[in-house]
């Protein structure tokens, strides 16, 4: 079974406080995903990556910056952390070819107080 | 751009009846459609997919058909149990996109006794 693991369930930081996400994935995907839940908005895209060292924005990057070292780690980063920021974070891996279905971790619920 | 439009939720049904929740979208391009499910407490996971018109993806009694003319992709289960209580989420990918869903705002469905 596929794993995607976050390491956090939940996380409460304070404004203005660097926070880092971190994700694991065990089956070599080649593509990783961040996505933030929020209620009536679904889910949005933060960034992906799909190779050590490559990132691109998705529909929402202002404010976060992401890191992909190894191939199987994927962290978001919020700079300086800000109560608008407070959701859930789902990360995601797939394989790169078409159509890989994507496996998403369990969340990290982050509130910014 | 791409988007997905859900019907809103929450839909409350009792044991043994007909579901459907109504998905269309938009798309540049020629898309594939997914349906993924979101249990309590969980990550998402892939419900079914159909890649291309007049596809129809299946599993565990649910059943979407994917409508070019309509730009539909609506899910189906006959007999819902209240182990299906979850959230459910419309998506699409555009070919090209490196795996890079665009994701509905979820329906809840809360199947009762």
């Known amino acids: 079974d596929v794993k995607v693991t976050q390491s956090s369930r939940y996380l409460v930081k304070r404004t203005g406080e660097k926070v880092f996400l971190e994700c694991v994935q065990d089956?070599?995907?080649?593509?990783m995903f961040w996505y933030r839940q929020d209620p009536g908005l679904g889910l949005r895209l933060i960034y992906f990556?799909?190779?050590?060292?490559?990132?691109e924005k998705g529909d929402i990057p202002e404010g976060y910056s992401v890191s992909r070292e190894k191939k199987e780690r994927f962290s978001l980063i919020l700079e300086s952390a800000s109560t608008n920021q407070t959701s859930m974070y789902l990360c995601?891996?797939?394989?790169?070819?078409?159509?890989?279905?994507?496996?998403f971790g369990n969340g990290t619920r982050l509130t910014v107080t | 751009g791409n988007s997905v439009t859900q019907m809103e939720g929450p839909v409350t049904l009792s044991e043994e009846a007909f579901l459907t929740i109504n998905c269309t979208y938009t798309?540049?391009?020629?898309?594939?459609l997914f349906w993924y499910v979101q249990y309590p407490g969980e990550g998402l996971q892939l419900l079914l997919k159909?890649?291309?018109?007049?596809d129809k993806g299946s599993n565990k009694g649910f059943e979407a058909t994917y409508r070019k003319e309509t730009t539909s992709f609506h899910l189906e289960k006959g007999s819902v149990q209240v182990s299906d209580s979850a959230v459910y989420f419309c998506?699409?990918?555009?070919?090209?996109?490196?795996?890079?869903?665009?994701f509905g705002t979820g329906t809840r469905l809360q199947v009762t006794l």
């Open positions: 995601a891996s797939s394989f790169f070819r078409d159509n890989s279905p994507l496996h």
């Open positions: 089956m070599d995907h080649e593509n």
């Open positions: 990556s799909y190779d050590v060292k490559m990132k």
């Open positions: 798309a540049t391009g020629y898309p594939s």
């Open positions: 159909a890649t291309k018109a007049d």
């Open positions: 998506a699409l990918r555009v070919a090209g996109t490196a795996s890079k869903l665009t």
